[in-house]
């Protein structure tokens, strides 16, 4: 394949304490490609070879990912989205690195030494229902007037306490969500809370952790995890890069670099 | 996956009751809105970490992995 073909894919851009220099890693990207530094003053680029037109698929997202973990011990991390390419390291230079330098070296200053640690809470499903209903008197009556009746009658009732199970279940996840953020988004500021999906999932929020927070954040956790089980379960995942705080969008052409 | 399965029908009106009822209202679950790009690019990951420390099994990451391709997806075929 000759090289005209081929684009630049971004995975990062990275600094440390001192600027970075060209380096070409050891770290295997994308379709096994090198992956190398393109530097600009105080801050780099982190990219492979990739071919023009790739989507993001999961051979993407496992190269991505590894090659992010690699470097995140030894630089300061902005991951770049999933997919992202710019037409050549000429292209990437002029239209990112130089432009927006003073703003990613900010970045870059503002992350160091911070990491990213998801905390998922989520219900155990069959305590949950039992709970919902028991504490709800319409919902219960419903359900007893439901079970006089005989299987083929009742149709309509047994959709509405479904409808209102349903309903009950949405607010109590509010206020459940609520009470675990009460406590931990009033110690650790910097927090951001994203959609949660399906019906057990009651709480996605992310964390920027200091190092030296870490600790302090899992003994939290555990003070909660006690008062909250059985029915609610809490998990953290992390360390990783701070995608939900600073996630860059790098285009090929019209290149730009967009924080949050 | 989905709130009205036979688990909660089992819970709420006992094992003989088996019926089936109510659409699948949940499928607006892949309505994705742009504020969650963000985090699905940051939930990938997690699933790579949560796999790689065997939290969860190799076919529980793909499917859960291939909603969130989805999703994005949803999101690019938006923006484009």
Redesign the interface.
């Known amino acids: 394949m000759r090289q005209e073909s081929l684009a630049t894919y971004v995975y990062a851009i990275i600094g440390g304490e001192e600027p970075v220099g060209r380096i070409r890693t050891t770290i295997r990207g994308l379709e096994e490609a090198e992956v190398e530094t393109v530097p600009y003053r105080s801050i780099a680029a982190v990219v492979s070879k990739a071919p023009l037109e790739c989507k993001?698929?999961?051979e993407m997202?496992?190269a991505h990912?590894k090659v992010?973990e690699q470097l995140m011990g030894r630089y300061t991390v902005l991951?770049v989205?999933?997919g992202s390419r710019t037409s050549d390291e000429a292209d990437l230079v002029e239209e990112v690195l130089r432009p927006r330098e003073a703003e990613l070296h900010t970045l870059v200053a503002r992350m160091r030494g911070k990491a990213?640690f998801?905390l998922r809470g989520f219900y155990r499903?069959?305590l949950v229902?039992?709970e919902v209903?028991e504490d709800n008197p319409v919902i219960r009556r419903l359900?007893d007037k439901?079970?006089q009746l005989p299987?083929e009658q009742g149709?309509r009732e047994?959709?509405r306490?479904?409808?209102m199970?349903?309903s009950a279940?949405g607010a109590r996840k509010e206020r459940d969500a609520e009470k675990i953020m009460r406590v931990l988004g009033a110690i650790f500021s910097e927090h951001?809370i994203?959609?949660a999906?399906?019906?057990e999932n009651l709480l996605?929020a992310?964390f920027l952790l200091d190092r030296e927070q870490e600790t302090e954040f899992d003994a939290w956790l555990a003070r909660l995890e006690e008062r909250l089980a059985p029915t609610i379960g809490l998990?953290c995942?992390?360390p990783?890069?701070p995608?939900?705080f600073v996630?860059l969008t790098i285009q090929t052409k019209s290149s730009h670099v967009s924080p949050? | 996956m989905f709130l009205l399965d036979d688990l909660f029908e089992l819970v709420i009106f006992g094992p003989a009751k088996g019926l089936a009822f109510l659409g699948r209202q949940v499928e607006k679950e892949m309505e994705v809105r742009m504020g969650d790009e963000q985090g699905l690019h940051a939930r990938l990951f997690e699933l790579q970490l949560e796999l790689d420390r065997g939290d969860i099994s190799e076919d529980e990451y793909l499917e859960l992995e291939d909603s969130i391709l989805q999703r994005l997806e949803v999101v690019a075929s938006r923006q484009s």
């Open positions: 993001v698929r999961r997202v496992l990912q992010l991951p989205r999933y990213e998801g499903k069959e229902f039992r209903v359900r439901i079970a299987p149709h047994r959709v306490v479904g409808e199970v349903q279940l951001k994203n959609a999906y399906g019906d996605n992310s998990k995942v992390g990783m890069p995608f939900n996630c949050r």
